[in-house]
């Protein structure tokens, strides 16, 4: 668009909101109808114009732990969509949008004919969690928190992050390998040994140290921590300082957060 | 200040920064240094003018469950400031600042003597896991969060508010009752029941219905949160909507988040 006259055509050309997916359980049993539940034409049919398609999540792609675990989640994903799209079809109910994803499934999916959208959340970062549960490599993981250390104490170091910089998530708690609240890395983004933020206190993370392996670094070096939960992690800032194999910052991405 | 000469020397007349207050361990052995400890004056010398003073903060009263316990804590916190302060002025180091404080402290505080600041954090609010160790009741939450009911399942609920609006701090697991990610209440702050919110996806969140005592709510009903631990769940907001006994805002309160 390119001047107030055709801003206006353009916005008068999008459907009228609001519009409405219809949410589809795909087999999580967190919400959504069952995609061969009676009332889903029912429903369609009350949104009357609102109705815009359906939606579903396979939440629970996040149990899986092998590549065949997921791409039968995400099987299971397209099929539940496809199968309430085509119900709605032949009542002549027409979803024009037809959504599906979670990480694991977006990674793994096959063939996504009849699909129109595939929302993948974390899947453009990576984190901790992700890289236990194999949908990407630990060195895939492109956001980290830059912290400082500020404190030392025979067996542990002290650093500027804590939970309001990293979260209070402990989603690899029940992965393959818990990380506590992050994975310690150098700046260039490699891992020291074994460590781990082992204790997040709101302001302070807490890192041990190992005897066998331990941390030479002293108060004012920098280290970068992995998150377990990027979507978490991120939530905390209002910011990204990208950076592109060095330090030097090459652009600042604003982030939308809140409601 | 009423024009840019004045706003001029009233920056000028403000102390010149940094100003730093060196932190004292009392007890908790997380960071600072002990109030007997040989450097501290050598540390308060080596500041220069920017020196003004001391500051601990005794985060292990959370580890405290009884009145006895607290006030213990806070005369270790206050005895710990006014030594490290007394070391520093017979060595000719005038401490400005005298600064205490945690929550339980400071609602435990004896003569403050020789303090010149208390710093209490959640003190204002309150929440779960300072109810659930005593400092003060269950009543005086002053912040929750507000919620819609969005799902229903045989057992349970779900509500639109997850990890993101209630964090997954997880502080009352530890303390004697736990609240999972936070306590349910009706829009006038009552309980129904013992129901918490026992899991918390990214912007979901999941009631659990005791069979005992179901909880006859239908969607769109609207819940309060009472929150385990307010700094993060309040972290998570940019502004406080303040009411006063019924529902209506009669405040918008700005927050500060970030670094």
């Known amino acids: 668009v390119t001047d107030d006259a055709d801003t206006a055509s353009a916005i008068a050309a999008l459907p009228a909101p609001p519009r409405a997916l219809i949410e589809i359980d795909c087999g999580q049993n967190r919400c959504g109808l069952a995609p061969d539940d009676p009332a ?13 398609g ?7 792609s996040y149990g899986g732990r092998t590549p065949q675990e997921m ?9 539940a969509a496809v199968q309430a799209a085509e119900r ?21 999916a096959g063939p996504l004919n009849g ?4 929302r993948a959340g974390v899947y453009m970062f990576g984190d901790l969690f992700q890289a236990e549960i ?7 993981i492109a956001v980290t928190v830059l912290t ?3 404190g030392r104490r025979p067996g542990r170091l002290l650093v500027d992050a804590g939970g309001l910089a990293l979260s209070k998530d402990r989603s690899t708690e029940a992965a393959p390998r818990d990380y506590g609240y992050g994975r310690v890395l150098d700046l260039a983004g490699q891992p020291f040994g074994d460590a781990v933020v082992r204790r997040a206190y709101q302001e302070h993370g807490v890192i041990e140290r190992d005897a066998d392996a331990p941390i030479e670094l002293h108060i004012g070096d920098k280290l970068r921590i992995a998150p377990n939960h990027t979507c978490m992690t991120a939530a905390a800032h209002d910011r990204y300082h990208v950076i592109d194999g060095d330090d030097v910052v090459v652009a600042v991405w604003p982030r939308v957060n809140g409601w």
Do not use: K, W
């Open 40 to 52: 889903l034409p029912v429903v369609a049919q009350n949104l009357g114009p609102a109705f815009a």
């Open 54 to 60: 359906i939606m579903t999540h396979a939440g629970h």
């Open 71 to 79: 791409r039968g989640y995400a099987e299971a994903e397209c099929r």
């Open 88 to 108: 709605l079809a032949a009542a002549g109910l027409q979803a024009r949008i037809v959504s599906i994803g979670s990480t694991p499934t977006a990674l793994h």
């Open 115 to 118: 699909v129109t959208e595939l």
């Open 134 to 140: 194999g949908t990407h490599g630990l060195d895939d």
């Open 148 to 150: 400082s250390v500020i």
